[in-house]
């Protein structure tokens, strides 16, 4: 995987286009070289490989040893022909200097061969290079062991908090002029069930604006009783406050909050309009202790809640689910917490409604009816709360119980979805970062680009084959020894980046490295170990540290590492100076933040009083390494291809025989049974071991991750603020990259968020799999991500773990063509994945391609408008169809805005695929974008979609108008060609539409435009506001759904002439020739097109 630091007489010396480790390329210059310099520069080889600071592979010493043998016969026989002048010339050495040298190497290759045996290696398949590894301390697999654990909804001894606590009786009561203040006293014996409770609360109810209210409770005080009692401070997650310009009428909306004190105090909201109880706490205790809140609601039956995040799974989250939240470094796996934090759900429910009476009846069954009239409700909720958390999801009600903090409860009214979704990005947790133009391009990444010959390589490759390439990236394979902020000096060398970098921008292209969120510590006992982030950092105090002051230490990809405290003074700006210095080094275009959660492979502070043996390697195999066969592909995989099937078995075999070969004896330790119970002390936290224990996929809070005793510079404990951590580093990368790109948006993606992480970065969806069923995962994962105000968002596309194949490669490249985020990446150890890898996939990409270049503008658009007001740009179909219950479950097909539908294959071997066309009864027209055609479909029909491998069925709602631009290898190029619009008209024969057009790239721009396109009554109109030019013409209009044969079109009041074309069976008209009339610009003068 990389080379380590070399020290003094262990340099790598380049020599005729070939660099040798040490003094091996004296063996190539041609120059005559003594017995004693030859065996000199091999001990000096030996000495630097024996002392683990470089490493070679078995393979390569063998190909040495063969050349050095043809050296050897051909030296001795022109030594015997009395041509011993030619040998000089051809720079070899005596044959008993030959002797020497074989002597050496072979007991290089005889260590060599068993550094491999204890450390590993593997070859990159994507380009025959080979990955080596150190041979050094491994940390044991036990370092990262927890204490065993039995998650409490699985413990039938856990102690049920509704039995034994008393709740909360309430007093004081006030009227307020924007709701009510009270005290809450604990009505009973203290239970301290899971922790101590807390005597007296405070309760707080906000009417903040027409779509918000607050509820809030917290201790009344803090005092010594529950001094480490934490309340999320506003400086780290927005607090919403009422509106500033709110006033007793404006606050008036649909939610009404009421309390009682029978038996004990409880609340509930009510929505007004149709006097439904959206969330009560009635017929429950109220549980508030310094270590466990709960409180619960009631659901109707079979709710629709959504959201809860992140985790994967459907989109509909069902009754029967315990949801974790908790970040954790966890490989996708289903129906557990993974990587992000956000507690919000929003909750729909389908009321029928009386043809007669207009009385309306709550649908609680999945049967519907596909002629009767429904109408729905939506409302969210929001607990601004960063514990560890669990909310049980059950038949009839939700119950939510998290591991400290205070209940900060928000409720949206809506009562749609895209009220809901933008009242919580609006006003909780602000809106949507804007983007750079460029993003919405194509990235292509893996772990395993070795070297930047080989990002050229996959650059020009992809130009080969004329696929639109916006952005490569690298994963840490390009880092210096895996640290941040430095890069290998052999493979990825400064110099040699450089001028890839200038040609790959001079290309209109973009490049965009990995950063991972723990710092190398340098090996004390090693004085050339250097590294200025890590030194910078300490000298400034800004890791996180021991309860006792010093430094905490975990181990991550580079060895024992720190990790950055964001509630430090001088973290933020040691964080903007390492990505300053960086920049001067390597011109990159936006980062990647990884391992964020934050990771880390052991449990406490394993590197204290161990540094002495840094770099260390992690307590597991990494991909490629002996052991870590990758033995999987996609369902239903078929080995047609004879290369491809002998490259698989042999690689299979090699890596089997290797890890048979390593294998240590088996474990002589066995598992128990014996489950880590811990009671509550008085006024003491155990934050290491909490009383109550959430289902967490890790198990122990600290496995794999920060642990929980982990201190910040004010006090602050890591228990705390945990799922906080990712959400901070995004907030300091986005301030760091504003002061690298001064006026430019950061273009950044991470791995952990939060509740308001949208305002700084996109995100993607981690770890997943190379799996049909992962791509199905990453529709209801992105839609999810909708709703969290995360809009930048995409998945791995192929895969990232396991083998992709032909098929699921070539289904996922189109899928994820209209994902906002689009990205292929894959890991080490897998084959690759390419879209040029196989031809059928390269057709497949093109075609969707095509179609998102041509949407590039709409997409665009719809940033802009999710970054102003809040809405989505990927959508559920039942957020666009409110009234259809059937499509409350309804994530495997999706819309891209309003207008686009998007039916995926997303099942092996299939050619067709089932799909809705929602609001068929309603009078909604749906147009093929391939044909231009109506659909014909009944209302609820389930229509089988013919989709051969290479086609993805996307439909144009009727309705809309959509400015487009022409396919490009690049952003920048297609932002040069022509306007084109395609009008899809309504039943009625109306459309409207919208464009949004800006610089691409500053965060408060010049010059903007706004473009506003209807069409009635045979007429198109376009206005423009705004100072922004755009000087590319308008090519073409396309108008689908003309009912009848056009005699005259003019635009504005000229006769277009014969540039008309109208096809009576696809009722389509198109019209040309308007580059002429529109030579300055597309939308320079507003203008109307009129048919009849």
């Not at 069902?318 to 490989?331: L, P, S, V, W």
């Not at 990453?778 to 991500?785: D, G, K, T, Y």
């Not at 229509?943 to 144009?956: E, N, Q």
Request: charged share 10%.
């Amino acid at each position: 995987m990389h080379l380590a630091t070399p020290v003094a007489g262990c340099g790598v010396v380049e020599c005729g286009g070939t660099c040798w480790p040490g003094g091996a390329c004296l063996l190539s210059r041609k120059v005559e070289v003594s017995m004693e310099v030859a065996v000199m520069a091999l001990e000096k080889l030996f000495l630097c490989s024996s002392s683990a600071f470089i490493t070679l592979q078995a393979f390569q010493l063998y190909n040495l040893l063969g050349w050095l043998y043809v050296c050897f016969i051909v030296t001795y026989l022109l030594g015997w022909l009395k041509l011993r002048p030619i040998a000089n010339a051809m720079v070899f050495v005596s044959p008993l200097s030959w002797f020497n040298i074989f002597l050496y190497l072979t007991i290089l290759l005889s260590k060599v061969t068993y550094a491999q045996t204890s450390s590993g290696s593997a070859t990159a398949s994507d380009s025959n290079t080979t990955t080596s590894y150190r041979p050094i301390f491994t940390v044991p697999s036990s370092a990262d062991n927890g204490a065993n654990l039995l998650p409490n909804v699985y413990d039938s001894q856990a102690v049920n908090p509704q039995s034994v606590c008393p709740g909360y009786t309430a007093s004081d009561v006030v009227r307020t002029p924007y709701g009510l203040t009270a005290t809450l006293t604990l009505a009973g014996a203290a239970c301290n069930a899971y922790g101590t409770d807390i005597e007296t609360l405070n309760l707080t109810v906000e009417y903040q604006s027409a779509d918000r209210l607050a509820v809030k409770i917290v201790p009344a005080a803090i005092d010594a009783s529950n001094a480490s009692q934490y309340i999320l401070p506003a400086q780290l997650v927005h607090e919403p406050t009422v509106d500033a310009d709110a006033d007793t009428t404006s606050l008036m909306n649909d939610l009404s909050f009421q309390w009682s004190n029978e038996p004990t105090f409880s609340f509930a909201v009510y929505r007004v309009s149709t006097g439904d109880m959206l969330f009560s706490t009635m017929g429950t205790k109220l549980v508030f202790e310094n270590q466990f809140i709960e409180f619960g609601s009631p659901l109707p039956e079979n709710y629709n809640l959504y959201g809860l995040g992140e985790t994967i799974h459907a989109l509909r989250l069902g009754n029967n689910f315990t949801k974790t939240i908790y970040a954790a470094d966890a490989g996708d796996p289903i129906d557990y917490n993974i990587y992000g934090s956000h507690p919000f759900y929003l909750d729909t429910r389908y009321y029928g409604v009386d043809s007669t009476t207009g009385n309306l009846s709550l649908v609680t069954t999945n049967e519907t009816n596909a002629t009767a009239d429904y109408i729905s409700y939506s409302h969210g909720v929001y607990l601004r709360n960063a514990h560890g958390q669990e909310i049980l999801l059950q038949p009839s009600n939700i119950t939510w119980r998290t591991l400290g903090g205070s209940i900060d409860l928000y409720f949206f009214p809506g009562p749609s979805q895209p009220e809901v979704t933008m009242a919580y990005q609006r006003g909780a947790i602000g809106l949507p970062v804007m983007q750079q133009y460029w993003t919405f391009g194509f990235h292509q990444c893996r772990w395993g680009y070795q070297n930047w010959s080989v990002l050229d390589e996959v650059v020009n490759t992809y130009e080969q084959f004329a696929i639109p390439l916006e952005t490569i990236w690298t994963d840490i394979d390009y880092m210096k020894e895996y640290r941040d902020f430095e890069n290998d000096p052999i493979r990825f060398s400064y110099s040699t980046g450089q001028d890839f970098l200038s040609r790959l921008h001079a290309s209109g292209r973009h490049y965009i490295p990995i950063v991972d969120s723990a710092i190398y510590v340098p090996n004390p006992d090693n004085a050339s170990d250097a590294y200025t982030p890590f030194t910078a950092g300490n000298a400034t105090g800004s890791f996180m540290t021991n309860p006792d002051g010093s430094l905490y230490i975990g181990d991550v990809w580079p060895g024992y590492t720190v990790f950055p405290d964001w509630l430090s003074g001088g973290a933020g700006q040691w964080w903007i100076d390492s990505f300053k210095a960086y920049y001067d080094n390597v011109h990159f275009d936006g980062i990647w933040i990884d391992m964020s959660e934050a990771s880390s492979f052991c449990v406490g502070s394993c590197g204290s009083g161990n540094l002495s043996m840094n770099p260390v390697h992690p307590p597991f195999s990494l991909p490629g390494e002996p052991g870590a066969v990758v033995y999987d592909y996609p369902e239903g995989f078929n080995l047609t291809n004879a290369t491809e099937a002998a490259a698989a078995s042999s690689s299979s075999s090699v890596q089997a025989a290797s890890a048979a070969s390593a294998a240590g004896p088996a474990p002589t330790t066995t598992t128990t049974s014996s489950y880590l119970r811990n009671t509550p002390t008085a006024g003491v936290r155990d934050i290491n071991h909490p009383p109550y224990v959430i289902n967490n996929v890790q198990g122990d809070l600290a496995v794999h991750a920060v642990s929980p005793n982990a201190t910040h510079a004010d006090g602050t404990e890591e228990y705390d603020v945990h799922n906080l951590f990712g959400h901070e580093t995004l907030n300091a990368t986005y301030n760091a990259l504003l002061n690298v790109f001064p006026g430019n948006r950061p273009f950044i993606i991470g791995r952990s968020t939060f509740a308001g992480s949208g305002v700084y970065a996109g995100h993607w969806g981690g770890d997943n799999f190379s799996k049909f069923l992962y791509m199905y995962f990453s529709i209801p994962q992105a839609l999810s991500f909708s709703l969290f105000g995360i809009p930048m968002f995409g998945v791995d596309t192929c895969g990232f773990q396991g083998n992709s194949d032909e098929e699921l490669c070539s289904r996922w490249m189109q899928l994820s063509a209209f994902f906002p985020f689009y990205r292929n990446h894959n890991d080490l150890s897998s084959i690759s994945q390419e879209a040029y890898v196989w031809s059928s996939v390269i057709d497949a990409t093109k075609t969707a391609m095509s179609i998102r270049f041509q949407l590039l503008p709409y997409m665009y658009t719809l940033f802009y408008l999710s970054h102003s007001t809040g809405s989505t740009v990927m959508r559920a179909l039942s957020w666009e169809f409110p009234n259809e219950p059937s499509l409350a479950d309804a994530d495997r097909q999706f819309l891209l805005g309003p207008a686009i539908m998007v039916t995926p294959v997303l099942v092996q071997g299939a050619t067709t695929v089932d799909g809705v066309f929602p609001g068929i009864r309603k009078g909604e027209v749906w147009y093929d974008w391939y044909s231009q055609q109506a659909v014909s479909a009944a209302p609820g029909e389930n229509v089988t979609i013919p989709a051969p491998l290479g086609t993805i069925p996307i439909y144009v709602r009727g309705g809309y108008v959509l400015p487009m631009q022409q396919p490009a290898m690049t952003t920048t190029e297609a932002r040069k060609t022509p306007w084109s619009v395609l009008v899809a008209l309504g039943l009625e024969g109306t459309a409207s539409g919208e464009l949004y057009l800006d610089d691409g790239q500053s965060v408060m721009p010049n010059a903007t435009l706004y473009v506003e396109l209807t069409a009635a009554n045979s007429v198109l109109h376009a206005f423009g506001r705004g100072s922004f030019n755009d000087t590319n013409p308008l090519a073409n209009v396309t108008i689908l759904g003309v009912q009848q044969s056009v005699s005259n079109v003019t635009f504005n009041g000229m006769s277009v002439g014969s540039g008309v074309e109208y096809n009576n069976t696809s009722k389509v008209m198109t019209i040309t020739g308007l580059n002429n009339a529109t030579a300055n610009g597309a939308w320079t003068s507003d203008w109307v097109l009129a048919w009849k």
